[in-house]
């Protein structure tokens, strides 16, 4: 399964609310699509999964929703540390992620 | 708190072995899919593969024939190997902890990630 996410980089400010889109190329089992936060010289680190649950200690502003091929992950409120790059990745027969969106300052 | 912390050699030369090892501390070896990924610029986030507590694997299939992963449960260790690298296999390479659950699965703990460079 490709994984296409848009835009490819998204400029915002702090304050604005974010919108990340992740569309499969085949239906996704299970909701089984997960959202990471990458910033510089960090691993990636896990905000969303089962397309709407968020871990322990990941904040309320962020969110995702969808089903089937289409996912977005919502981030209410920019605030500073939240400009990084996304990714999705979803599980079926193989493991996939998306090419990235890169979210930056304004 | 589970923290995987991993080690290996940063530079190889082409044909050489790439041999990796990532420790898993303060959480169980058991029920979790213990896995490879790589990340290049110009292939983004790669999934290498898998071990199982039981030994169970599972590879991409794009590296399958170069790549074996393999555990020491008595350590809460997994390492990875990938044979015959070219510069196509310098990347970021990071172990991480996978969930399955209710046929939902994701990667709720990385390590910090290691350069691999292949050179000559």
């Known amino acids: 399964i490709v994984l296409t996410q848009s835009p490819g980089t998204l400029s915002l400010s702090p304050g604005d609310r974010a919108t990340l889109s992740c569309r499969a190329s085949?239906?996704?089992?299970?909701?089984?699509l997960a959202w990471y936060q990458q910033k510089p010289g960090q691993a990636p680190r896990l905000l969303i999964y089962?397309?709407?649950d968020r871990p322990t200690g990941i904040p309320d502003r962020f969110s995702g929703s969808g089903s089937g091929t289409d996912f977005t992950l919502t981030i209410s409120r920019l605030e500073p540390e939240d400009f990084a790059v996304y990714y999705c990745?979803?599980?079926?027969?193989?493991?996939?992620f998306g090419q990235g969106t890169r979210l930056e300052i304004k | 708190q589970v923290q995987l912390q991993q080690w290996g050699a940063g530079l190889l030369k082409p044909s050489e072995t790439l041999s990796l090892t990532c420790g898993v501390f303060?959480?169980?070896?058991?029920?979790?899919?213990w896995t490879w990924i790589r990340q290049s610029p110009g292939k983004g986030l790669e999934w290498i593969g898998e071990?199982?507590?039981?030994?169970?694997?599972n590879y991409n299939p794009s590296l399958k024939s170069r790549v074996t992963i393999s555990a020491a449960t008595s350590k809460n260790q997994f390492s990875l190997y990938v044979g015959s690298v070219t510069a196509a296999d310098t990347a970021v390479y990071y172990c991480?902890?996978?969930?399955?659950?209710?046929?939902?699965?994701?990667?709720?703990?990385w390590g910090q990630g290691t350069l691999v460079t292949v050179s000559s």
């Open positions: 991480a902890r996978g969930v399955l659950r209710f046929g939902e699965f994701h990667f709720d703990h």
């Open positions: 303060g959480g169980s070896f058991s029920d979790y899919y």
């Open positions: 071990i199982t507590q039981s030994g169970s694997t």
């Open positions: 085949q239906s996704v089992d299970s909701n089984s």
């Open positions: 089962g397309a709407s």
């Open positions: 990745q979803q599980y079926g027969y193989s493991i996939t």
